[in-house]
């Protein structure tokens, strides 16, 4: 367990960096975590982490297609909008677990 | 003591030989995998495997109920090879078999194809294969983006950190 300072509060993260209790998140730490790897956020990402939110928050599994299939994005933009390994980026950013599906 | 240097793979590329369902999604599942990771991707369809990138046939992929020992009845029960001769049950298990996956929200194979496409995975067809089934560019999706030899797809494999694996 590790913890680290975001937005002026200390966050309890997992040891693979990801957020322990998804109620501490907030837009704030989102932008700092993605200034950490040089990037900036915009509305478009925060629609797409906030549809992870929820669908993490009601208990359904995420996957890259149900995220192809949100309206708010197609696959291909994603890929844009979190560049290297887009779930595993967002769900960091979105203050959730890491994803355990493999798709 | 020292601290171990990790190198984590960068590139893959992947030779999918068989045409069942199983053994196209199983490629396709890996091949996303990649690509979901960040790591580069590319896919080499070859013989009976090209039955999972020819438009006619892609989405009509069927799981082998005969000479199957690991096939099992709902339920558990050993699976007869007498029974999967029988006309139209190859065709129900596959049905079920699609039905589950679908359960888990894996996608069709032209989705999961695109899918891979999307994030930057590239699709190959091979030559030899292609010319021993008679099947052109046109017969095959549009995801694919060129037919070649094995030894350029050997080619591809030009980095550190790359690995090759057949399904």
Sequence with gaps: MAQKEYAGKVIELDDNGYFTNPDQWTKEMAKEMAKENGEELTDKHFEILEFIREKIKSGQSLTIRSIGKSGITDIKSFYKLFPGAPLKKATLYAGVSKPSSCV | ?167
């Excluded at chain 2, 992929?61 to 029960?77: D, E, K, Q, S, Y």
């Design chain 2, 1 to 167: 003591m020292a601290e171990e240097v990790k190198h984590p793979l960068k590139k893959v590329l992947m030779i999918c030989a068989k045409g069942s369902l199983e053994d196209v999604l199983a490629t396709l599942v890996m091949a996303n995998g990649a690509v979901m990771e960040g790591i580069e991707t590319k896919v080499f369809f070859t013989f009976f495997g090209l039955d999972g990138i020819t438009k006619k046939r892609l989405n009509k992929l069927h799981t082998a109920t005969v000479g199957n020992p690991a096939m099992r009845m709902p339920g558990g029960l050993p699976f007869p090879t007498w029974l999967g001769s029988i006309p139209g049950v190859e065709a129900g298990v596959s049905a079920m078999m699609k039905k589950q996956i679908e359960d888990l929200d894996i996608p069709k194979v032209d989705e999961f194809l695109e899918m891979i496409v999307a994030g930057g995975g590239e699709i190959f067809a091979c030559k030899l294969a292609a010319d021993m089934f008679k099947l052109k560019k046109e017969d095959l999706i549009d995801e694919v983006k060129d037919i070649i030899t094995i030894g350029e797809f050997y080619e591809m494999a030009d980095g550190l950190q790359t690995q090759i694996i057949f399904t």
